[in-house]
């Protein structure tokens, strides 16, 4: 598979992982758990940036906000007592999706999100979680909102460094909803949603995302606007869900059909509205 790669590197630091990348140009890939990069077979590869002793496995407080490193695992994540507790463990229930055990021993939160798929689930919670990335470069670190780095199609030359999720608003409900053909799929579609209610019982603060829609996974911006300030009745919900289905622009490929994923859409953020609103959603 990489018999074109002439040199292999395995940096111990960030610092040493930019110079590297910065110095190997179009030539040179960072590979984390290669369970995407493998497939991929891309052949004009000549240098391999091994992060995975970089030190950026980890997950801890800074503050009231959650930082994940790159290449903290899909198992790591699964597993992890904090993310459990985090938003109810919406990231952690979406991380133990990710394919087979062998899949998510291997397969990395950064490595997800810097393969740029629409279908990466654990972007939707991350959306949802107004999740932000860091990206470490020759000019330096910067921290932005996911939903940027998807603004960019979710390609990046530079190294994801970690992921951070700020804090969250008090007594959310979180639900993640996947489709896959098998249960060790990728989805065909995927929905995260988080809901504030205030003491009438109306929407107060609320994220939509759907992945395997669009080119990117997204967030369903019109849909949102829609819901706050309303209860989440029958009315509500069929009008939310109507717009999700209008703002997702999936395509046919061999999984299923454009019509096939707009119509499923709008019931996995049925479900995942549903599931916040009657409480059933993971607490914060
Ligand atoms: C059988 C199988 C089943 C799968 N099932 C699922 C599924 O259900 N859900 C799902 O979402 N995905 C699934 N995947 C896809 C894959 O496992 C995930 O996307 C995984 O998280 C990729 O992480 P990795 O560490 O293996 O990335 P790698 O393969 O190492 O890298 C992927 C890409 O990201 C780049 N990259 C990696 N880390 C960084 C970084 N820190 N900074 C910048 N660039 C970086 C690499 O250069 C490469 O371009 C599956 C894959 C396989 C083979």
Not at 113 to 135: F, I, K, Q, R, Y
Not at 199 to 209: D, E, P, Q
Request: hydrophobic residues 45%; positive net charge.
């Amino acid at each position: 598979m990489f018999d074109t790669v002439e040199t292999f590197y395995r940096p111990g630091s960030v610092r040493e992982a930019v110079r590297l990348l910065q110095n190997g140009k179009n030539r040179a890939r960072v590979v984390a758990g290669g369970t995407d990069l493998v497939v991929e077979g891309d052949r004009s590869i000549r240098i391999l940036i091994d992060i995975t002793h970089a030190g950026l496995s980890y997950i801890h407080r800074k503050g009231k906000a959650c930082v994940i490193g790159a290449t903290t695992t899909m198992a790591a994540i699964e597993n992890s007592t904090a993310i459990g507790a985090l938003a109810g463990g919406v990231l952690a229930r979406a991380a133990a999706t990710c394919g087979s055990v062998q899949i998510r021993n291997m397969a990395t939160l950064g490595g997800n999100l810097a393969h740029g798929s629409p279908a990466a689930d654990t972007a939707t919670p991350l959306l949802a979680l107004d999740g932000e990335v860091v990206l470490a470069d020759a000019r330096g670190r910067r921290k932005i909102p996911l939903t940027e780095f998807y603004a960019g199609r979710g390609k990046t030359k530079a190294l994801i460094v970690e992921i951070a999720i700020p804090a969250l608003p008090r007594g959310g409900r979180w639900s993640f909803q996947k489709l896959g053909r098998t249960a060790s799929d990728i989805s065909l579609v995927n929905a995260a949603a988080g809901l504030q209610l205030d003491s009438k019982g109306r929407v107060k603060w609320v994220r939509i995302a759907v992945g395997a829609v669009a080119p990117t996974p997204m967030r369903a911006v019109h849909a949102e606007k829609l819901l706050l300030g309303r209860e989440v009745d029958e009315s509500a919900l069929a009008a939310v869900c109507g717009e999700v289905a209008r703002e997702a622009r999936p395509i046919s490929d061999v999984r299923a059909s454009a019509e096939y994923r707009r119509e499923t859409v709008r019931v996995l953020v049925r479900r995942a509205l549903e599931e916040c609103a009657a409480g059933r959603g993971c607490p914060l």
